[in-house]
């Protein structure tokens, strides 16, 4: 399961073409196969693009996990 909607899509598009691929490959032909290569090149572009999506904005450096967040300053 993906933490959004398009992290869901790129899962979904990855299982298609992980079991197109090798099915394509053993038995069913070159259709499966470049449809199966297809899917788990743009579930791979997909997931590209996401990652930084994970934590917050895009603009954001992502902090280490050890590292304590800074205070916000109330005036």
């Known amino acids: ?12 598009l990855f299982v298609v073409g992980f079991t197109f691929f090798p099915a394509g490959l053993l038995s069913l032909g070159p259709l499966f196969t470049l449809t199966g290569l297809v899917c788990l090149i743009a579930s791979a572009v997909m997931f590209i693009a996401v990652k930084p999506l994970e ?21």
């Open 1 to 12: 399961m993906g933490a959004n909607r398009r992290q869901g899509w790129a899962l979904f």
């Open 55 to 75: 934590h917050g904005h895009s603009h954001e450096k992502p902090e280490a996990l050890g590292v304590p967040a800074k205070k916000k300053q109330v005036v």
